[in-house]
């Protein structure tokens, strides 16, 4: 019996020759993603806030995949922190093929009880930065002419309401509506943007947070396979989604939920 390779699959996942930037890409889901895309063959440019962890992660990432990587620490709280990431991602490489906005914050509190100040800072965070970061890099993929992908790491919260969510879950839902927009508005040029939009991930701050069984308990209750997501879940259908193979997938927010999202 002969075997053969379907030469529309070799390699269809790998992002060889690839050009990536990832924010919040030291702990978390960003390092997950980050380590399943140099698993895959993309440069990197790892973002975040802190220098030594950013180093670490760089060195541990060159030696198991011999990939290159840079970093950039940058505050993209701060007013002109998307614009100068932007600068800083392309400067590593010479251009970038794929951003994937992670980094995000959550300071869950009653919609009564809302701070102002913890509210301005997740929306500062969470839909400010993303969406000024993808504008400055949309744009210079546009002008590179070269295509690209842009993927957003929202969350189920942009789907369904959470309670004691108010600001996460509105900075989640126009992130993914802006994403919508820019797939709308970049399409023409080659560039796709699309979103994955988690439920619970068992990262290290996951376990803190939903490791207490009576907490996590109600939530699971909700979501037909009976379980959180693990960081891999994630990060397989980011790579998906910036490969080749989903060439035609544009505009759209996966729910990564085991169900939770489909009422």
């Given at each position: 019996?002969?075997?053969?390779?379907?030469?529309?699959?070799?390699?269809?996942?790998?992002?060889d020759?690839?050009?990536?930037?990832?924010?919040?890409?030291?702990?978390g889901?960003?390092?997950?993603?980050?380590?399943a895309?140099?698993?895959?063959?993309?440069?990197?440019?790892?973002?975040?806030?802190?220098?030594?962890?950013?180093?670490?992660?760089?060195?541990?990432?060159?030696?198991?995949?011999?990939?290159?990587?840079?970093?950039?620490?940058?505050?993209?709280?701060?007013?002109?922190?998307?614009?100068?990431?932007?600068?800083?991602?392309?400067?590593?490489?010479?251009?970038?093929?794929?951003?994937?906005?992670?980094?995000?914050?959550?300071?869950p509190?009653?919609?009564?009880?809302?701070?102002?100040?913890?509210?301005?800072?997740?929306?500062?965070?969470?839909?400010?930065?993303?969406?000024?970061?993808?504008s400055?890099?949309?744009?210079a993929?546009?002008?590179?002419?070269?295509?690209?992908?842009?993927?957003?790491?929202?969350?189920?919260?942009?789907?369904?309401?959470?309670?004691?969510?108010?600001?996460?879950?509105?900075?989640?839902?126009?992130?993914?509506?802006?994403t919508?927009?820019?797939?709308?508005?970049?399409?023409?040029?080659?560039?796709?943007?699309?979103?994955?939009?988690?439920?619970?991930?068992?990262?290290?701050?996951?376990?803190?947070?939903?490791?207490?069984?009576a907490?996590?308990?109600?939530?699971?209750?909700?979501?037909?396979?009976?379980?959180?997501?693990?960081?891999?879940?994630?990060?397989?259908?980011?790579?998906?989604?910036?490969?080749?193979?989903?060439?035609?997938?544009?505009g759209?927010?996966i729910?990564?939920?085991?169900?939770?999202?489909?009422?």
């Open positions: 019996m002969s075997t053969h390779t379907d030469p529309r699959y070799a390699g269809a996942l790998r992002l020759g690839k050009r990536a930037l990832i924010t919040g890409a030291t702990k889901i960003g390092a997950d993603i980050a380590r895309f140099a698993g895959a063959g993309a440069g990197l440019v790892l973002s975040g806030r802190d220098t030594g962890e950013l180093s670490a992660a760089r060195e541990a990432l060159r030696e198991e995949f011999g990939v290159e990587v840079h970093t950039a620490a940058v505050d993209l709280a701060t007013p002109d922190g998307p614009s100068e990431l932007a600068r800083q991602g392309a400067a590593a490489f010479g251009g970038l093929d794929i951003l994937v906005n992670n980094a995000g914050v959550s300071h509190q009653p919609a009564v009880d809302t701070d102002p100040v913890l509210f301005d800072a997740t929306i500062a965070v969470n839909l400010r930065a993303p969406a000024l970061l993808a400055a890099v949309g744009a993929m546009v002008a590179a002419g070269t295509g690209g992908s842009i993927i957003t790491v929202a969350s189920a919260a942009a789907l369904a309401p959470l309670p004691d969510h108010y600001a996460y879950c509105a900075s989640k839902a126009g992130l993914v509506m802006a919508k927009v820019l797939a709308r508005e970049l399409g023409p040029h080659g560039i796709r943007a699309n979103s994955v939009c988690p439920t619970v991930v068992l990262t290290e701050m996951g376990q803190r947070v939903w490791g207490e069984e907490k996590a308990a109600p939530m699971i209750a909700r979501i037909p396979l009976g379980r959180f997501a693990v960081p891999h879940e994630v990060s397989d259908t980011v790579v998906w989604l910036a490969s080749d193979a989903a060439s035609m997938i544009n759209v927010d729910p990564i939920d085991g169900g939770y999202t489909m009422g």
